[in-house]
């Protein structure tokens, strides 16, 4: 099956900064999600982007399905940032996700 | 706020109980799925369903079952708890209209058997 890889792993900042994560697949794809994870467990969906950019506020994402990566742009870091960044894939017509590992975010006052 | 609903939010139980999680949404949505995901770890597909009464299992073996009897509902069943069950279940919908296939996840139930 298609394998879902992010980095890095762990990523610590400090309040303010920015910050990129990456997200590499090993097959072609047709539909991309990137998901925040927060410290009570909840997931939201951050983008469904399968190609292109798309920004939503702070956050931009682009997925350049050629080369078979995305990365998940984060600017001006908040403590409410902090948590785990998850990546989603799924091929052909199937809607299941395969998700990645995950990123853990943290930032610091 | 929610509209996918997981009840219930933490649940801790004996060995060899039946339980049953249950997975309500009020969006419409044909899709439904369940993951399993253990602390620090990655989401694992382990049941879908893409409408009433259509239910397959997911990458992950699982000895959970599932039900799609009404659009809006999707419960997961545990015949007989075991250890090995206890991990967060996380239920989530999707629609595809307009192609926006982008998941709606409910707030999981983080199950410990005991």
């Known amino acids: 099956g298609i394998q879902v890889e992010q980095s890095p792993p762990d990523l610590i900042l400090q309040e303010g900064a920015n910050s990129t994560l990456r997200c590499n697949f090993s097959d072609s794809v047709n539909n991309l999600q990137w998901f925040h994870q927060n410290p009570w467990g909840q997931l939201i969906n951050l983008f469904y982007?399968?190609?292109g950019t798309k920004q939503n506020g702070r956050l931009s994402a682009t997925t350049v399905a050629t080369e078979r990566y995305s990365l998940l742009y984060i600017s001006s870091s908040q403590t409410t940032d902090s948590g785990v960044y998850f990546c989603?894939?799924?091929?052909?017509?199937?809607?299941?996700?395969?998700f990645g590992k995950g990123t853990k975010l943290t930032v610091n006052p | 706020e929610a509209d996918i609903y997981q009840t219930p939010r933490y649940l801790v139980i004996g060995t060899g109980k039946k339980i049953t999680l249950e997975c309500s949404q009020t969006m419409g949505h044909d899709k439904m799925y369940w993951y399993q995901q253990d602390p620090g770890m990655e989401l694992h597909l382990i049941h879908y369903s893409y409408g009433v009464n259509s239910t397959e299992k997911g990458d992950l073996s699982s000895e959970s079952t599932v039900s799609r009897i009404r659009t809006e509902h999707f419960p997961l069943t545990l015949e007989s708890a075991r250890p090995s069950h206890t991990s967060q279940y996380l239920c989530?919908?999707?629609?595809?209209?307009?192609?926006?296939?982008?998941?709606?996840f409910g707030s999981g139930t983080r199950l410990t058997v005991v």
């Open positions: 982007i399968p190609s």
């Open positions: 989530a919908s999707s629609d595809g209209g307009a192609g926006n296939y982008g998941y709606t």
């Open positions: 989603a894939v799924a091929q052909g017509g199937s809607e299941k996700l395969v």
